[in-house]
């Protein structure tokens, strides 16, 4: 519990005092700092690093490891059987109801095989198998398009010895041929997988500042330790600016800590099996950094303000529980409705850091009016809610528990 400092403030250090007093006390505070620079900084890379490196190696392994398909009519396609089993298929015994199997997932997919399969192929017939799988089980991706690969492998290699056999080329049975030219570099691929990146550090952030701006505002209301801070000869907006400057220094504390935690531990990260790469050093961290330095100004103030109406503690962590969805909103909106990034964006708070992180992440960089545009929008809102808040910071009620 903070101790109400009664001694009077002076004027030209007003400032100055308040953010001294209010950054010491809460370092003595062990759920501030848990959850400042334990909870959110380190535990977030070290949650984020591990469900990576665990989902790629899965991935892997079920590309490379044997695989086990239920193949029913096996006997109709002895070589196909064959190709398959030569790609790592492990043919297993058939299924009396497919379709219900996969559906309670006791099989990622099936392979079914009709019982004309070997009248049409002598006639020289197109032959059609089926496989049976559930695209909502995520499970299923890699061994459907692994099976895919291997049927449709199979059936080029018959296509073409059909060909020959006619005395004609293989090239006739595919007039046009796509040439897939992805522009995409090692690097800019990895977005798809770290696209949550942006979020983790605003989440970073807010959970850092989010305990001191509750005790500084709606816990010393509680306790009533406002109402004789506000009877010192201290213009509010000095007391409303030492707290806010404490609240970001708690706040950008633990955004540099689960920045140096990512640049340590995202070197773990098996990227490179995948063909893909992620620089998230100095350099990396450093833009970041600066790309939230105004954010880091917005929430504070906006946690401030929401504190503000709050009567206690419990009540303020109840409001600020639901503002912490606010930042998932923008990585949610660009997953759900991907965007070609537009010059404006980036003035948009949250908004604005997401798209930067992201270029960064591809390797691009932020070019100059972007990063111009994400600073000077994110200041302006996080200067009206700061003066809105220094309004709250007038109102007597504001030191009035109860």
């Given amino acids: 519990m903070n101790k109400m400092d009664t001694q ?37 890379p070290l949650l984020f690093v591990m469900i990576i490196s665990v989902t790629i190696n899965r991935e892997l392994d ?7 398909v239920p193949v029913i009519g096996a006997q109709y396609a002895p070589n196909l059987l064959g ?22 997932q006791q099989a990622d997919l099936v392979l079914r095989i009709a019982p004309d399969y070997p009248k049409a192929w002598r006639k020289g017939e197109p032959v059609q198998v089926e496989l049976i799988y559930d695209s909502s089980q995520r499970d299923s991706s890699t061994p459907v398009e692994r099976v895919t690969k291997l049927v449709e492998g199979y059936s080029r290699q018959q296509g073409a010895m059909r060909l020959i056999a006619r005395g004609l080329s293989p090239a006739l049975g595919s007039p046009v041929i796509v040439a897939k030219r992805d522009q995409a570099t090692a690097q800019s691929r990895a977005v798809l997988m770290f696209n949550m990146l942006p979020y983790l550090f605003v989440l970073t952030i807010f959970i850092g500042g989010m305990y001191l701006a509750i005790d500084l505002t709606a816990g010393e209301r509680e306790r009533q330790s ?8 201290v213009p509010r907006w000095k007391i409303f600016l030492g707290k806010l400057a404490a609240i970001c220094a708690f706040s950008t504390a633990s955004l540099v800590i689960c920045l140096v935690a990512f640049s340590v531990v995202g070197g773990f990260i098996p990227t490179e099996k995948l063909g893909m790469e992620v620089h998230l050093g100095a350099s990396f961290a450093l ?5 939230q330095l105004p954010l880091i100004v917005l929430l504070g103030a906006l946690q401030s303000m929401v504190a503000a109406f709050a009567k206690s503690y419990r009540e303020a962590q109840t409001y600020l529980s639901v503002l912490m969805m606010v930042p998932i909103l923008p990585s949610i909106a660009l997953m759900v409705m991907p965007l070609k990034p537009q010059d404006w964006m980036y003035a948009v708070p949250l908004l604005g850091q997401h798209l930067g992180i992201i270029d960064l992440v591809r390797g691009d960089g932020v070019a100059t009016v972007p990063l111009a545009l994400c600073l000077a929008g994110t200041s302006l809102a996080a200067l009206v809610v700061a003066l809105v808040t220094m309004q709250l910071y007038r109102s007597e009620r504001l030191a009035i528990s109860g």
């Fill in 226 to 233: 406002l109402e004789p801070l506000f009877a010192n000869p």
């Fill in 287 to 291: 833009y970041v950094l600066l790309l």
């Fill in 62 to 68: 079920k590309a490379e490891q044997p695989l086990k």
């Fill in 8 to 44: 009077p403030l002076r004027r030209s250090r007003a400032f100055l005092t308040v953010f001294l007093k209010e950054v010491r006390e809460n370092l003595r505070d062990r759920r501030t700092l848990t959850s400042a620079f334990l909870m959110g900084p380190l535990l977030t």
């Fill in 83 to 104: 190709a398959l089993e030569a790609g790592g298929v492990v043919p297993q015994p058939a299924l009396a109801d497919p379709e219900r199997a996969v559906r309670d």
